[in-house]
């Protein structure tokens, strides 16, 4: 039968106990079925009292820019997703009255006791590990930087070559020197400037100025002329 209609209570209780073992409406990523029963909600669920539904539309709500190009159907209805089978009508006004039941109560929909069910947490657990271990499959490439950077000697004496051969004797893993020049300063002074590769987690720029700075026979400053993601 599908979720009912989510303008009631009644429908977000069915969404809530949905999600009480899942972390999306169907499968183990974000879908279509997910882009549907987000944009079907008109503000997000109570967090005390859709605690579910509320941790899923949070986590669907940073999806937002990728709605449409996630995969599934977009021209299903919400109201195709959730239980197969439930006794709940999709308009509430139509059901049955029941004299001292208020609507904001919480409804058993498919009669299961109050006690969280063992067997639903086992495989609420089993899929958060499948998930876990499917993302972690997924290798990302490291984030890297392209830089270029000034290192400026004492006077016109200096030997550049020395300095440019000190430079590029650091080594260190995320780490590659690119094409370098000497550039005139002024009063016959040039400095280096060389460019490099660096990933971001791997390379500290302030520590790799310091080891340059250690020429002390040479370097008298470095500075960070550019630097761009790549």
Do not use: C
């Not at 303008?7 to 997910?34: F, H």
């Not at 940073?62 to 209805?77: M, N, Q, T």
């Not at 109050?114 to 639903?120: K, L």
């Amino acid at each position: 039968m599908g979720f009912a209609d989510f303008a009631s209570n009644v429908g977000i209780t069915m969404l809530n106990n949905w999600l009480e073992t899942r972390s999306y409406i169907v499968g183990y990523g974000p879908s279509q079925a997910d882009v549907q029963s987000f944009k079907a909600l008109k503000e997000a669920p109570d967090s005390k009292k859709f605690p579910h539904a509320a941790r899923w539309y949070k986590h669907i709500s940073s999806y937002e820019s990728e709605f449409s190009s996630l995969p599934g159907d977009p021209s299903k209805a919400y109201t195709t997703y959730g239980p197969e089978k439930t006794e709940t009508t999709l308009n509430p006004a139509k059901a049955p009255a029941n004299e001292g039941v208020d609507d904001d109560e919480d409804i058993d929909l498919f009669g299961s006791d109050d006690e969280e069910d063992a067997a639903a947490e086992k495989l609420k657990n089993e899929r958060l590990e499948e998930y876990k271990k499917k993302k972690a499959g997924k290798d990302k490439p490291a984030a890297k930087s392209i830089v270029t950077l000034d290192v400026k000697p004492w006077d016109d004496e200096t030997d550049m070559k020395e300095l440019e051969a000190n430079t590029r004797a650091i080594e260190q893993d995320g780490l590659v020197w690119g094409g370098s020049k000497l550039v005139a300063v002024g009063f016959g002074i040039k400095k280096l400037q060389i460019n490099l590769v660096i990933e971001d987690e791997k390379v500290s720029l302030d520590d790799l100025q310091e080891k340059i700075a250690e020429d002390e026979d040479h370097v008298q400053s470095t500075d960070v002329v550019a630097m761009q993601k790549l």
